[in-house]
């Protein structure tokens, strides 16, 4: 017998499929740069490269502003679902429940107190992904709610919005909430403690007309788009063209709307000297 036929031939292992995540890289929107995820993840999803911020989570803002990352969660009244029984492609009660599951939360404002640099602080934020953060019947009975809840604790009052404006589900209902917020304001004022605004991408529409602009300290984060119209709507309605960076937060800062723009990591640190400067005497410690 040949060699040849009795030649075996050696047995080949196929090569493993290894998985990678979809989401390695991430490419920033404003210099284009390819950034690793975990670098990106670690340094508060703020660009290395050109400092740019992209959006993040209110779970880890709150994490990220308290001290030791500590607080606690305020429960916050309940409301009618659905009040007008609205329809538009669905059941405005279908879609609620919707988010609500997706996302684990009742509606678009979470309120939470803890301290910050020792000084108590109650903190009024918006869920962006919850409806686009919309100002409903919910978020006027929230910030009435971090309102009490301040005046009770003697602690400031912080507000984080990141919104489109108003629910438009919940329709004139949800105007209403623009003059709540204020009467929400004004508690923490008459009480004599210090309420301070943490403006983030987005704040517009009814909520950039109503809370949003009224605090003793109003701060931003670079490169937020803050604004009632958007700037197209704008644009149409004057026929101009708007300057270069209209309704962002430098704009804003350098026409005596907004008083300080704050990179992400001096936040907390931001925040805690403020409040060293309104209320020196009510900390912890």
């Known amino acids: 017998m040949s060699w040849l036929t009795n030649f075996v031939r050696p047995k080949i292992q196929s090569a493993k499929k290894i998985e990678t995540?979809?989401?390695?890289?991430d490419k920033c929107p404003s210099c284009k740069q390819m950034v690793f995820h975990r670098d990106l993840q670690s340094n508060l999803f703020v660009c290395p490269a050109c400092q740019y911020h992209w959006r993040i989570g209110f779970k880890l803002r709150l994490e990220k502003l308290f001290?030791?990352?500590?607080?606690?969660?305020?429960?916050?009244?309940?409301?009618?679902?659905?009040?007008?029984k609205f329809r538009d492609q669905?059941?405005?009660?279908?879609?609620?429940?919707?988010?609500?599951?997706?996302?684990?939360?009742?509606?678009?404002l979470v309120v939470a107190e803890g301290t910050v640099g020792g000084h108590r602080l109650v903190v009024a934020i918006f869920n962006f992904?919850?409806?686009?953060?919309?100002?409903?019947?919910?978020?006027?009975?929230?910030?009435?709610?971090?309102?009490d809840a301040a005046v009770a604790s003697k602690a400031a009052l912080l507000a984080i919005p990141a919104s489109g404006g108003a629910r438009m589900q919940e329709g004139?209902?949800?105007?209403?909430?623009?003059?709540r917020s204020v009467i929400a304001v004004e508690k923490v004022k008459n009480a004599g403690l210090p309420y301070l605004?943490?403006?983030t991408d987005p704040t517009t529409g009814g909520v950039s007309a109503s809370f949003a602009m009224l605090g003793d300290i109003t701060m931003a984060e670079p490169g937020s788009i803050i604004g009632f119209a958007g700037a197209r709507v704008i644009e149409e309605t004057i026929r101009e063209k708007l300057p270069e960076g209209f309704q962002r937060a430098e704009y804003l800062q350098e026409h005596g709307m907004v008083d300080l723009v704050v990179h992400r990591h001096e936040i907390p640190k931001t925040v805690a000297k403020i409040l060293s400067h309104l209320n020196p005497v009510r900390t912890t410690e």
């Open 197 to 199: 605004v943490l403006l």
């Open 129 to 147: 992904s919850f409806m686009g953060g919309s100002m409903g019947i919910a978020v006027g009975e929230g910030l009435l709610a971090a309102a």
């Open 21 to 25: 995540p979809d989401n390695l890289w």
């Open 67 to 84: 001290d030791q990352g500590q607080y606690q969660r305020k429960s916050l009244p309940k409301f009618e679902a659905d009040p007008l």
């Open 172 to 179: 004139i209902l949800s105007l209403m909430q623009m003059p």
């Open 90 to 108: 669905k059941k405005y009660a279908d879609r609620l429940k919707e988010y609500q599951t997706k996302s684990g939360e009742n509606d678009a």
